[in-house]
T-cell receptor
């Protein structure tokens, strides 16, 4: 299988920093994506990692360690509008399809 | 980024009827598209891979006779839910890769009554 695990729920405070972890099976790995999804809407692309290290994009950063099968999404200066589901998805060699984790529901409180 | 258009965004149909959902890549060609289904409070589950000019590849547990996929051109894939039942009510969403990225349609909320 291609188990992709991430926490189901997280809560954080406005203005703070939150880290959402994702682990995955490494065999056939060909890239990792993070998406944001608000209820009833399509996922919105946040980041893409294929090499080890940190990718920074404004308030959002994503880290990848291929040897450990581990990634995290870091959100800084949290805003209320960041309350959403965050999806970790891995692309495996077979046909380029993305396999999604169960999603992390983030609640940002005042 | 690239644009993927999905239509309709919402549809309500009677039990036993069929519903067709379209997914178009507007500014690029997509030889492959992916169809996902998402139930409330759950993540996206891959249903099938749509291949232009050949048969779709279905994931384990997905009935190919119930979920008909046609990828007739390089910019259009369709998913037809045949003989729909209330348990088919879900959010269906398509995706098309371009380069290393994957672009999603807006999704279709299907309600079967």
């Amino acid at each position: 299988g291609q188990n992709i695990d991430q926490p189901t729920e997280m809560t954080a405070t406005e203005g703070a920093i939150v880290q959402i972890n994702c682990t995955y099976q490494t065999s056939g790995f060909n890239g990792l994506f993070w998406y944001q999804q608000h209820a009833g809407e399509a996922p919105t692309f946040l980041s893409y990692n294929v090499l080890d290290g940190l990718e920074e994009k404004g308030r959002f950063s994503s880290f990848l360690s291929r040897s450990k099968g581990y990634s995290y999404l870091l959100l800084k200066e949290l805003q209320m509008k960041d309350s959403a589901s965050y999806l970790c998805a891995v692309r495996y060699n077979q046909g380029g399809k993305l396999i999604f984790g169960q999603g992390t529901e983030l609640s940002v409180k005042p | 980024g690239a644009v993927v258009s999905q239509h309709p965004s919402r549809v309500i149909c009677k039990s036993g009827t069929s519903v067709k959902i379209e997914c178009r890549s507007l500014d690029f060609q997509a030889t492959t598209m992916f169809w996902y289904r998402q139930f409330p409070k759950q993540s996206l589950m891959l249903m099938a891979t749509s291949n232009e000019g050949s048969k779709a590849t279905y994931e384990q547990g997905v009935e190919k006779d119930k979920f008909l996929i046609n990828h007739a051109s390089l910019t259009l894939s369709t998913l037809t839910v045949t003989s729909a039942h209330p348990e088919d009510s879900s959010f269906y969403i398509c995706s098309a890769p371009q380069g290393p990225e994957a672009f999603f349609g807006q999704g279709t909320r299907l309600t079967v009554v």
